[in-house]
């Protein structure tokens, strides 16, 4: 019967990705606290959100994220990133580990961005492995692309493609991985308010609208909060921006499958 637990754990872990589209992969406690409307923020975490956004980040960073869902460490998600800036070029690499010794996925990714006068646009490649104890492993290369446009100092718009190819969970899997296409923009009518609407369509899922909110609080904290349509999620976070180390945290709550935690913190390494 040893072989119920990783299938078990596998169900859980994919309808938990299902119920909370591609909330899996690592995104930043930033991000999440504002309900995961990313397609136009500009941070290290962009290797993961936007890799448009890669290239209009002011300093080379190290980043670190912890999800950790429902209580359960099976759920649980590891994150780093390392970004580079060099003039109107940015290049990162992006890992992370999910899961356990039962099902367990791991991501691996490169990725490049360039700044054309408004626009930021990028490429990023990635290997990712899914194992599940007792059915073996399989491997894929994943490309996805964006790009981030400023159309005004208030208006920005954002537009990311994950998985155009719809490359397979391995050579032999007959199910493919998500393909999911996002678009949103981000009004910033001052530099201590900015407001984020995104639609996300993985192409078998439901189209799904995102709405977040980040707030200057204090000086150095700031205050955020998002909500999901589909699945009535709601996000809460808060972070510290210090001169060369960010702390964020973020709380999502979904009304049928409880809380998840999530954890990120940023270094800065250099100047431009």
């Not at 996300?200 to 150095?220: A, F, S, T």
Request: proline share 3%; aromatic share 12%.
């Amino acid at each position: 019967m040893k072989w119920l637990i990783p299938i078990c754990i596998f169900c859980i872990g994919i309808s938990t990705l299902w119920a909370q589209g591609t909330e899996t992969f690592p995104k930043g406690a930033r991000s999440m606290g504002m309900g995961n409307a990313n397609a136009t923020l500009s941070d290290v975490w962009s290797v993961f959100n936007n890799v448009g956004g890669l290239s209009r980040i002011d300093h080379s960073q190290v980043a670190f994220g912890y999800d950790h869902r429902l209580d359960l460490n099976e759920l649980t998600t590891l994150a780093a990133a390392l970004v580079f800036k060099r003039k109107d070029f940015g290049w990162g690499i992006g890992v992370s580990s999910y899961g356990s010794e039962y099902f367990s996925q791991q991501h691996f990714g490169l990725a490049i961005s360039n700044q054309l006068g408004i626009a930021s646009l990028g490429l990023k490649i990635n290997y990712f492995q899914t194992s599940i104890e007792g059915f073996g492993t399989g491997r894929a290369a994943i490309l996805e692309f964006g790009g981030i446009a400023e159309l005004s100092p208030e208006l920005f718009f954002g537009a990311h493609v994950y998985n155009p190819t719809r490359a397979k969970f391995g050579k032999h899997s007959p199910d493919h991985l998500p393909t999911v296409i996002k678009a949103g923009i981000s009004y910033r009518p001052a530099e201590k308010l900015s407001v984020q609407l995104e639609a996300e369509k993985d192409i078998v899922l439901d189209p799904l609208l995102k709405l977040g909110l980040e707030y200057n609080l204090l000086n150095k904290i700031w205050g955020r909060m998002g909500i999901n349509t589909l699945s009535s999620h709601l996000f809460f976070g808060i972070g510290f921006q210090g001169r060369t180390i960010h702390f964020d945290y973020a709380i999502t709550q979904h009304p049928a499958l409880g809380y998840t935690h999530h954890f990120s913190a940023n270094v800065q390494l250099s100047k431009k």
